[in-house]
């Protein structure tokens, strides 16, 4: 293939949305090495630790699953069976189901590691030939918030900025994120501007002191939930300084009357109050950002993993908007975006309540459309159940059937014990996996044996919109498949016709027609461009920009029905579990530098595991002097909804009456006491179903 050179393939990193361009060489003894890319735009050759890695979670094989497997009963043991045996036993309990219950008793749960082409072709049998919208994915825990916010302000999923643009920035805002640790090279690109622009000015916004922070001009250190609040402060004083685009506010922007309103409502002593930052460093914020000419606004998890994610993200983008940073040269929203491919799944309608190209479930023309080109059954109008519903359906029984594939819920799920529970009680569980080792295996009824990154060949889509192309490199171990021929066996098994693609480029093929005229439009895109360039941003309708489509909103037309951004004046109201008597402090959680999610591939990793070995809680010295802890000391953790006992880690990088602990770890050995999400909660925000993982109330005891 073009992509290949001698033994050398080109592909992009698994792990976060940056989207590392990486080498990956083929060794003669059949295993694989990796180094950064020099020619790929986004890093230019850099890999952080997780990307320089990846090597050995291909290389180490000794976890893999390697056959399908299946059992009649839970209490029998698992027994090897061949694939047909496999999927021809699922297809008729799926169809049982069916008949029985309706199409949506069953369900399945992807992820936003999935390539792709795997997005594409369980949506469309889903939705399409299946007859529910029960599909999404672990993207629900992670962007949708971003996503809503999005479409309410500009009319469309869309990152307006390129990564280009931070070099054109002289202001950044970055708030509820640790770039420095989990997305670091893109974190590189701004500490190197910074470096070459000592004027360029760092905000970050963190009840944490990060290490993002150690470059920081200003660090808001507000206390968690506050972001609204802190926000609409210094959108208010923006207006109170004149430093606001009247001509953009007039032509192309809507809602600005109210949201000035809004903001005026509240003093900045009430808001420096609230927020638990001075008065002064308010007004900082608001200078730095009103003298930028360029202005980047950058957040991921600590605003969208919120009950009011959306309004979070709201009153952010309005900081864009009201400045008309937007559209041009660095200037604009940027959200970090979590998983590789989140960006990818949501093209192909991946979630519960989309359509492929973004196109809405709830407008019956979109409906229609994509059932003609489809030829499937008409598609059923009603949004289907988000990541965590369907673990509660699961749990009252009306779910019957569950499909979990490249995602590990046991650890990742908000309350996780109630999914344990739902999976306890579900009458079917198929488990697609490379690993032996997640916890969902345990509930499985069949497991089917998945290649893994750099064993298959397809597309993911990064942050900024850039869709690259991963080369397939070696074969996978044993008789593991690619989840889309997996996915499209399956479909044919159940007797849906449209299933039969030669290969992933087939199915790239089709998507792309899908997209045809929609503001996604990614028509000129093909396997063999891709294999030619590496990558392109969409839209790209034809060649005529070789590298696609790097900003947005340059000519100030936004996808509203007025073509205007709109300004939304939400509330700045918090109705997350507050801290009580029996639950004192308020818990955050968030990741460690060198792993990734539930660590089934990084976890393998010695050299990743140095950094930090095991869980813990970080607890503030004035704390810790209040419950006579000593660093080291285990500590009994509670919340409504179970504990977890760790080591203290006491630092001053926590807020007095706030503490911390890593999302990562979850049962190890059977014993689930350093899950952390057994204390989460799984509250939701309203529009985008994404979980509070940020703020609930805990208890904290010497053990
Ligand atoms: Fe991979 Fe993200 Fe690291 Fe780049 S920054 S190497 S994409 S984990």
Redesign the pocket.
């Known amino acids: 293939s073009p992509g290949k050179h001698n033994e050398s393939y080109t592909s992009?990193?698994?792990?976060?949305?940056?989207?590392?361009g990486?080498i990956v060489k083929k060794e003669k003894n059949g295993t694989i090495s990796v180094a950064g890319n020099k020619d790929y735009p986004?890093?230019k050759g850099m890999?952080?630790?997780?990307?320089?890695n990846?090597h050995y979670t291909v290389n180490d094989k000794s976890d893999r699953l390697l056959y399908p497997q299946m059992r009649y009963n839970k209490n029998m043991p698992m027994k090897r069976v061949n694939w047909d045996e496999a999927l021809e036993r699922t297809a008729a309990v799926f169809k049982t189901f069916i008949e029985k219950y309706g199409p949506d008793s069953v369900a399945f749960y992807a992820s936003g590691q999935c390539l792709t082409e795997e997005y594409y072709v369980v949506n469309k049998l889903m939705k399409g030939f299946i007859g529910s919208n029960n599909i999404d994915t672990n993207s629900r825990l992670c962007m949708s918030s971003a996503v809503a916010a999005y479409k309410m302000s500009l009319g469309e999923d869309s990152v307006p900025v390129c990564y280009d643009d931070i070099e054109l920035a002289d202001c950044f805002y970055v708030t509820g994120a640790n770039p420095a640790w989990c997305?670091?090279?893109?974190w590189r690109r701004v500490e190197a501007h910074k470096a070459a622009n000592p004027n360029v000015k760092i905000i970050v916004v963190d009840p944490r002191a990060t290490d993002t922070c150690s470059v920081a001009d200003l660090h808001l250190r507000v206390n968690p939930g506050t972001d609204i609040t802190l926000n609409h402060a210094i959108g208010r004083l923006l207006i109170e300084n004149g430093d606001i685009d009247i001509d953009f506010i007039r032509n192309h922007a809507e809602g600005f009357a109210q949201y000035s309103e809004l903001v005026f409502k509240r003093t900045l002593t009430e808001a420096a109050l609230i927020c638990g930052v001075s008065e002064h460093d308010i007004r900082l914020a608001a200078k730095y950002i009103g003298e930028a000419k360029g202005f980047i606004s950058m957040w991921t998890m600590g605003l969208n993993q919120s009950s009011v994610g959306v309004n979070k993200n709201l009153s952010l983008i309005n900081l864009n908007l009201i400045t008309g940073h937007i559209g041009k040269p660095g200037s604009g929203p940027l959200s970090l975006t979590g998983q590789?491919n989140a960006m990818g799944g949501r093209e192909v309608g991946g979630l519960a309540n989309l359509l492929p190209a973004h196109r809405d479930l709830k407008n019956s023309l979109h409906r229609e459309e994509v059932q003609k080109f489809w030829n499937s059954k008409p598609i059923n109008p009603q949004p289907g159940l988000t990541a965590t519903e369907m673990f509660e359906a699961l749990e009252g029984g009306r779910l019957k059937a569950i499909w979990i594939m490249c995602t590990n819920p046991l650890t990742s799920l908000p309350n996780v014990r109630l999914a344990e529970q739902a999976l306890k009680k579900a009458k079917f569980v198929v488990v697609q996996e490379i690993s032996s080792k997640p916890e969902t295996l345990a509930y499985a009824d069949v497991i089917l044996p998945a290649a893994a990154w750099a064993e298959k060949e397809g597309t993911m889509t990064n942050s900024e919109r850039r869709i690259s192309y991963l080369n397939k490199v070696i074969d996978p171990p044993g008789e593991a498949l690619p989840d889309a021929e997996i996915i499209c066996r399956f479909a044919q098994k159940m007797g849906y016709r449209g299933f039969d693609y030669k290969n992933a480029a087939e199915i790239y093929a089709e998507h792309v027609k899908l997209t045809a005229k929609t503001n996604i439009d990614a028509t000129g895109v093909s396997y063999e461009l891709l294999k030619e360039q590496q990558s392109v941003q969409w839209p790209f309708k034809k060649r005529l920009r070789p590298a696609g489509t790097p900003r947005l909103f340059a000519d100030k037309q936004f996808y509203t029905p007025h073509g205007k951004a709109i300004i939304h004046a939400v509330p700045d109201a918090l109705n997350s579990e507050q801290p009580d008597d029996n639950y004192p402090f308020i818990l955050t959680t968030g990741r460690v530098r060198d792993q990734?999610h539930t660590m089934s591939k990084t976890g393998k990793v010695s050299k990743l595991n140095q950094h930090t070995k095991q869980s813990f809680i970080e607890i503030n010295p004035h704390d810790a002097i209040l419950l006579q802890l000593n660093e080291g000391d285990v500590v009994v953790v509670k919340s409504r909804r179970g504990e977890v006992r760790l080591k203290t880690n006491i630092t001053s990088s926590v807020k007095q009456g706030v503490v911390f602990i890593p999302m990562h770890w979850g049962k190890i050995l059977g014993n689930d006491l350093h899950r952390v999400n057994n204390l989460t909660n799984d509250a939701l925000d309203p529009i985008s179903k994404e979980p509070d993982f940020k703020y609930c109330a805990v208890s904290v005891q010497k053990y």
């Open positions: 992009t990193c698994c792990y976060c949305g940056v989207g590392c990486v986004v890093n890999l952080c630790s997780k990307g320089l990846l997305h670091p090279i893109l590789p990734w």
